[in-house]
């Protein structure tokens, strides 16, 4: 019943940045916690950056002072802007509304980061 609908991927060049977003449902938005999650091939999900419905932030130390994640209140959207992109971000980005545990992914979106 729950739907993230993620943009934003692509294909980057060491140093680039991209910015990706995710689409909650009104209801879901507003009182659930939003995060972003990453995983490369043969690696665990991690978590990248999280949001609470205060507006509270969590960031991932390998990605601190690079990525920044926002809310958009009246577009029900959670953004993470990625600057000063590394080959090491390469992974399958996820969006999640209410922690892992919650079971609201969206489909995932690919960010690669070569030469």
């Known amino acids: 019943q729950v739907q993230l609908v993620e943009s934003g991927g692509g294909l980057v060049q060491p140093g680039g940045s991209l910015r990706l977003s995710c689409v909650a449902s009104?209801?879901?938005?507003?009182?659930?916690?939003m995060g972003w999650y990453r995983q490369a091939p043969g690696k665990q999900r991690e978590l990248v950056a999280a949001?609470?419905?205060?507006?509270?932030?969590n960031v991932a130390d390998s990605v601190k002072g690079r990525f920044t994640i926002s809310r958009d209140n009246a577009r029900n959207t959670v953004y993470l802007q990625m600057k000063s992109l590394k080959p090491e971000d390469t992974a399958v980005y996820y969006c999640?509304?209410?922690?892992?545990?919650?079971?609201?992914w969206g489909q995932g979106t690919q960010v690669t980061v070569s030469s």
């Open positions: 999640n509304a209410g922690g892992p545990s919650s079971g609201n």
């Open positions: 009104e209801i879901i938005f507003k009182i659930y916690a």
């Open positions: 949001i609470s419905s205060l507006g509270n932030t």
